[in-house]
């Protein structure tokens, strides 16, 4: 399956058909139906209220989220007062999911072989809130690889599984197949009238007319997709809120951080690394004494799934 740095998606896998290989190298994407059982799901659902409503701490490095018309306006607490919670690499629950052998397997067809070493770089709980008439619960299009100082990106693979039946009404995935193969391309801040959540940069002049695919999943199913193919979601125009788990693996055998500075990404890494100093007064350091790179935030985010971590 991977010689040479290179992967051969057209021989099968430790779990996934030739077949299935090579939609995912054609698409960028590939949706696995049943791929996390619902008891787990109960877990990291629990897991996630307890948190909110604080009954549990969660880790020092996790971040809690609150959407922008959340954040303007009077709410109620718990649950239904965060959005997003991120970086929960050290939570003893939630880190289960980004260990769970039904993804692992899969993610190691897609980016490496079964005795790669994976690292869980990036990982989200989402809690996409009911649209409240502006379309801020909606997120841009984009590529995930605008976010990662990291290389080579067909070694980098996102795992994303629904907690509960997610449709176009709920805002569900939305893919544009083959935009993998392309580049990563430069993005901004919408310029969107109800605001737009921290963070949440968007491709420049993305042509709404590119042919897309509406990815709607039931509970368990999980959508492996590329870093450079181009995704968003959909406003959600339920009463209810839509969550999401997901975890973005990289193959620590091969890949390496790179240098952003002069490149299309420089901007958005001097926003992070600034959000990044002002968390630092939380542990009582200095931010004005401490000098860092877009690298050293994800040698703090990232942990080794399987193996010994040696690159990343």
Known sequence: ??????IDYNREG???????????????????RNCVP??????????????????VKGPDNMTVMKDISIAKSE???GEKAITKIQDFADDPVLFEYCKYPGVVDVVKDLIGNPKSNLMAMHTMLINKPPDNGKLTSRHPMHQDLQYFPFRPADFICCAWTAMEKINRANGCLVVVPGTHK??????????????????????????????RIHVEMEAGDTVFFHPILIHGSGANRTQGFRKAISCHYANDDICRYVNVEGTTQENLAEEIIEIAKKRLTKFGLDPNAITLDFADIWKVRAREVNGQRSNL
């Open 1 to 6: 399956m991977l010689s040479g740095g290179v």
């Open 14 to 32: 430790s779990v996934l058909s030739a077949e299935q290989r090579q939609f995912y190298e054609k698409n960028g994407y590939l949706l696995i």
């Open 38 to 55: 619902q008891y787990e799901l109960n877990r990291f659902r629990q897991r996630f209220q307890d948190i909110c409503e604080k009954k």
């Open 75 to 77: 709410f109620k607490d």
């Open 182 to 211: 392309g580049v990563l391309l430069p993005h901004e801040y919408p310029k969107w009238e109800g605001g737009v959540n921290k963070a949440y940069h968007g491709i420049q002049d993305y042509d709404p007319s590119n042919p």
